[in-house]
């Protein structure tokens, strides 16, 4: 078996409604708090507790959240590379025709029940599933037939997964208590759920806020402060309010200049660094964007370059594909040039012009990330010089996973798409291969191209077949890729702050000095 140490060989390596009872309530401000109180001001609400079922599940934004309450198999350093979580020691046979893991045998649940074998065999089990709900089930499902010996686990590869560890560390990587978890069912979870991670549920308020505690008997470092209030604060306006006043400690995901503007103050401090995050606008294949040359045309009338340097203030790294700089498959050799007149000319040819644009709606967030909505606004009036008259369409980041799951979105529709294994199959994979829920653009082209990288075990060949597909998305316009986002953390000097590469904000990490 291959542990954790030769796992890393292909590890990434990125530069960069009920509510559960009220105890005190919630702290008014930090000056306010009981010692010992870290408090957060955050970006989204928190829709469900359960991290692997659901919509929630693969919403990046939300995975700060849940690996403080829950461990998933496998952990991430702060530069991505894949430490132990649950599991100590990972890895196939020689053939690939199983998979062996390690359960460590010093983690507990918040009820102080042991963590076992058990509970990631009937993990795994539920998450492969197809009426369990897991929106990755058919990653889950590539592995069965589990047996235990011990703390070690063993199972039957159905078909291989090259990225199946990878996962372990990723969206819906969590392990759940399989006795507690079918004691109270689905909606006693949710009431009060338990996991095995280092704080665990206090109080929530749906849309309000969650606080939680240190778990006593948590396997890891003990966090540096007891309890942690993460305030649901989705206007980021009223985030540096909360930075500013001394209503939080921390916040993130603000406009650029008030970063610049907030980390000068004598009080605070700033972090930007590139993280696995991107901006991107989904095309949808159906009209107009059935028209290979609207799909190039609103490629090429975008100028990254001026919407990183003029809206983001330099924070930002243009990008021409799904994979970021860090990512497995990225290719620096592809791009899409910003043309307004090769625009123009693709517009001809299909009958549209400035006099007689063609017209469709672009949906967006707005303040879900830095600058989005002047970002789509920007983006519209730089369409609008070619030919294209886009109606812009502000919508939760909620609704976008709604639509999106039922292929409902807009012909046009931004969004942040996060990596955190930055391999090409959790890019450009799900993004953009037509069975995926995921996916926006269903084309059969595509679903050709993609399908036999899915199980390719030769890995230089594998990342050489993505790297090919990300070359024919850029030659016919299928989707237009942005931006790679670089983070901003304000934060009230004295504390010490872990940037993540893949953009998450980890109380646990978070220490005073």
Do not use: C
């Not at 560390?169 to 949710?190: N, R, W």
């Not at 309890?227 to 406009?255: L, N």
């Not at 036999?452 to 230089?460: C, H, I, M, T």
């Not at 016919?476 to 904000?505: D, F, R, S, T």
Request: net charge neutral.
């Amino acid at each position: 078996m291959r542990d954790h140490q030769i796992s890393r060989r292909t590890m990434l390596q990125l530069a960069g409604a009920a509510a559960l009872p009220l105890a005190t309530g919630l702290p008014m401000t930090s000056a306010r708090a009981a010692a010992g109180t870290l408090t957060i001001a955050y970006n989204v609400n928190l829709p469900s507790f359960d991290p692997t079922v659901g919509v929630s599940a693969v919403n990046p934004t939300i995975q700060s959240i849940y690996q403080a309450i829950f461990d998933p198999y496998i952990g991430q350093a702060a530069d991505l590379s894949f430490t132990p979580g649950l599991l100590t020691k990972w890895g196939w046979n020689e053939d690939r025709t199983k998979i062996t893991m390690e359960l460590r045998s010093d983690a507990t649940w918040h009820d102080g029940s042991k963590v076992t074998p058990e509970d990631v065999v009937w993990s795994l089990t539920r998450a492969a599933d197809p009426k369990g709900g897991n929106p990755i089930q058919f990653v889950w499902s590539k592995i069965n037939n589990f047996k235990i010996d011990g703390q070690t686990i063993t199972a039957d590869v159905v078909e291989f997964e090259p990225v199946l560890f990878k996962w372990m560390a990723f969206l819906t990587g969590y392990v759940l208590p399989k006795a507690y978890y079918e004691k109270v069912g689905a909606e006693g979870f949710e009431k009060a759920p338990i996991g095995s991670g280092p704080y665990k549920v206090d109080a929530f308020e749906r849309n309000a806020f969650l606080r939680l505690k240190a778990h006593p008997g948590y396997w890891g470092p003990k966090p540096a402060f007891e309890t942690v209030v993460f305030k649901f604060v989705t206007d980021p306006t009223s985030r540096v309010a909360e930075i500013e006043s001394g209503g939080s400690d921390i916040t993130f995901e603000i406009p650029y200049e008030e970063f610049d503007r907030l980390k000068g103050k004598p009080n605070l401090a700033g972090l930007t660094q590139p993280i696995s995050d991107i901006g991107m606008i989904f095309l949808t294949d159906i009209d107009p964007m059935l028209d290979r040359n609207v799909r190039l045309a609103a490629n090429h009338a975008i100028d990254k370059k001026a919407i990183v340097e003029k809206l983001l203030r330099g924070y930002g790294v243009p990008i021409d594909t799904l994979e970021a700089p860090g990512y497995a498959a990225f290719d620096p050799s592809i791009k899409t040039a910003y043309d307004p007149e090769l625009a123009k000319s693709l517009l001809a040819k299909s009958g549209y012009s400035t006099t007689k644009p063609v017209k469709f709606t672009i949906q967006t967030t707005r303040g879900f990330k830095p600058k989005d909505y002047e970002m789509v606004q920007a983006i519209a009036g730089m369409w609008r010089k070619v030919g294209i008259e886009a109606n812009i369409e502000v919508y939760e980041i909620a609704q976008h996973f709604e639509l999106r799951a039922r292929h409902a979105l807009a012909p046009a529709a931004f969004y942040n798409w996060g990596n955190a294994i930055g391999d090409p199959t959790t890019s450009t994979g799900f993004a953009m291969f037509g069975p995926s829920p995921h996916s926006a653009w269903k084309g059969k082209d595509l679903i050709e191209r993609i399908g036999p990288l899915w199980g390719e075990k030769d890995e230089a060949k594998r990342i050489a077949g993505w790297r090919a597909v990300d070359k024919y998305i850029a030659g016919e316009g299928e989707v237009i890729p942005l931006l790679q986002y670089v983070q901003p953390i304000v934060h009230k000097k004295g504390l010490k702050v872990v940037p993540q590469a893949n953009g998450m904000i980890l109380p646990q990490l978070v220490t005073q000095g």
